[in-house]
């Protein structure tokens, strides 16, 4: 028990927080996406789209993973997934491509807000596929 909690505050401080501050951002990432689409940029607007529904899926996992609300083990496992891989692409394309506007950098502030969230979702991750396994029936 004390280990099942020791787990959900580290996923409360390193996860949950920065990822409520990435939230707003998806938002904001949401709004351009509508915005390009309007303006008939189809390639941002389905970029922007699709990163941003990523990114608030994985918020409301980690929501229901910190503050223990229910939600199905399979969709959680989905939410989790499409939140990793959001901000995954995130991190490839502020890294790796020049022509951005913003850079990701190694400032502390940048590890918490970006890596710790990616790292603790690929950790629940494996901890529901670990749970997934040992299901008798492998039912979801």
């Given amino acids: 028990m004390l280990k099942r909690e020791i787990i959900i505050g580290i996923t409360t401080v390193f996860a949950w927080v920065p990822a409520l501050i990435l939230s707003l951002l998806s938002i904001f990432v949401l709004l351009m996406g509508f915005i390009a689409l309007l303006d008939a940029n189809y390639i941002l607007a389905l970029s922007s789209l699709a990163v941003s529904t990523g990114g608030l899926l994985g918020f409301a996992a980690l929501t229901s993973l910190s503050w223990g609300l229910y939600i199905t083990f399979f969709k959680r496992l989905t939410f989790l997934v499409t939140g ?16 951005q506007p913003i850079s990701i950098n190694t400032h502390p502030l940048v590890i918490y807000l970006f890596y710790s969230p990616l790292v603790i979702g690929i950790f629940h991750i494996a901890l529901h596929c670990a749970f997934w396994l040992r299901l008798p029936n492998k039912t979801l």
Avoid at 84 to 99: A, C
């Fill in 84 to 99: 990793v891989i959001s901000l995954s692409v995130v991190l490839f394309e502020t890294g790796y491509v020049s022509t």
